[in-house]
């Protein structure tokens, strides 16, 4: 008997097709309306999924970067609470549910999971493509206005992917006070821009308000130590490429790495890395360059030299977003 697929091969499948039916130049556009509204600064009053087009381009073009950055963003966070796991997943804003698949794909299981939003045609789809994967197969997918008017339910984790760049000022603090008073564990992921570190500040201050513990990728829950307006904390996450991708984007590679800021925080004691390393590794011979941002919080370089001997052999396999130094022998 052949073991299930994993939840990540899984999706790719059950994407591959959806556009079948639809104009290639239809879909080219739709998916550039798409990144020019979310990468906008500018709040929008309607749903930015339209119709069953815009959902399909949506779903086949960025569903899978929303799934890397959201896993590698919970991974993370599974890192810092490793003997938690969520009973319950509420994700708002969720659309066609990529952060219900990473989910899934970092814990495993099944698990109550309801994903709000207000647009009907990303919940149809949403429920179409998780027919295909058992765990996801009962998910209550819910319309409801994303903003300060919502009321939740109490639920183990809450996540809010790549939504706060649709709302207001008033909204997102509204819609982050509503998850902090809802959940025991919330995790937001905004694009990895100078604007969406800024709104993953805001709301990781509001967290922290609110009694919460930051876990990932902060090493603590102090302020951060970067100087607003000199540069802002964001990782990358290496997403393989569609058709769609190289036909919107061209050129030939096979990947493309998408930038995210995030926050997870949890009501629970935490256990964060004891840094973070913050921008990617720089190797040159015999050693290697580390940026980190560390616990008493600070932001430090500091170099890996071959007479650290185990851990120079770790600094060469560590990436972006790592913590440093890495659990295990090499510590």
Same mark, same amino acid.
């Given at each position: 008997?052949?073991?299930?697929?994993?939840?990540?091969?899984?999706?790719? %499948? !059950? =994407?591959?097709?959806?556009?079948?039916? +639809?104009?290639?130049r239809q879909a080219s556009q739709a998916v550039e309306r798409l990144i020019a509204s979310y990468r906008g600064a500018t709040p929008t009053d309607a749903p930015i999924l339209r119709d069953r087009a815009d959902v399909a381009a949506y779903a086949a073009y960025r569903m899978p970067a929303t799934f890397e950055a959201v896993r590698s963003?919970?991974?993370?966070?599974?890192q810092a609470v490793?003997?938690?796991?969520?009973?319950?997943h509420l994700d708002l804003g969720g659309g066609t549910g990529?952060?219900?698949w990473a989910v899934s794909a970092t814990w495993g299981g099944e698990r109550p999971v309801t994903v709000l939003d207000w647009a009907e045609p990303a919940l149809?789809?949403?429920?179409?493509?998780?027919?295909?994967e058992p765990a996801l197969r009962d998910v209550r997918w819910q319309?409801?206005?994303?903003? %300060? !008017? =919502?009321?939740?339910?109490?639920?183990? +984790?809450?996540?809010?992917?790549y939504v706060l760049n649709e709302l207001t000022a008033a909204d997102r603090t509204a819609l982050v006070d509503a998850a902090a008073a809802a959940a025991r564990a919330v995790v937001i992921v905004e694009p990895g821009t100078p604007d969406g570190y800024a709104r993953v500040i805001e709301a990781r201050d509001r967290l922290i308000g609110a009694g919460f513990h930051v876990a990932a990728p902060c090493p603590h829950s102090a302020a951060c130590p970067i100087a607003p307006g000199t540069d802002w904390c964001h990782f990358s996450a290496r997403v393989s490429r569609s058709s769609l991708h190289r036909q919107v984007k061209g050129g030939s590679l096979a990947y493309e790495d998408e930038k995210f800021s995030y926050v997870a925080a949890a009501r629970f004691p935490v256990a964060p890395a004891p840094s973070r390393i913050v921008r990617r590794p720089q190797i040159r011979k015999g050693q290697v360059l580390l940026d980190l941002c560390e616990t008493e919080p600070s932001l430090r370089r500091t170099t890996v030299t071959k007479r650290h001997g185990d851990l120079y052999k770790a600094a060469r396999d560590a990436d972006w977003g790592d913590p440093w130094?890495?659990?295990?022998?090499a510590e």
């Open positions: 008997m052949n073991a299930p697929a994993p939840p990540a091969e899984t999706l790719r %499948a !059950a =994407l591959a097709g959806l556009l079948d039916g +639809l104009p290639p963003a919970l991974a993370a966070f599974a490793p003997e938690w796991v969520p009973g319950g990529a952060a219900a149809a789809l949403g429920r179409e493509i998780a027919a295909a319309r409801a206005r994303i903003g %300060a !008017a =919502l009321t939740l339910e109490s639920t183990d +984790l809450v996540t809010v992917s130094p890495p659990p295990g022998p």
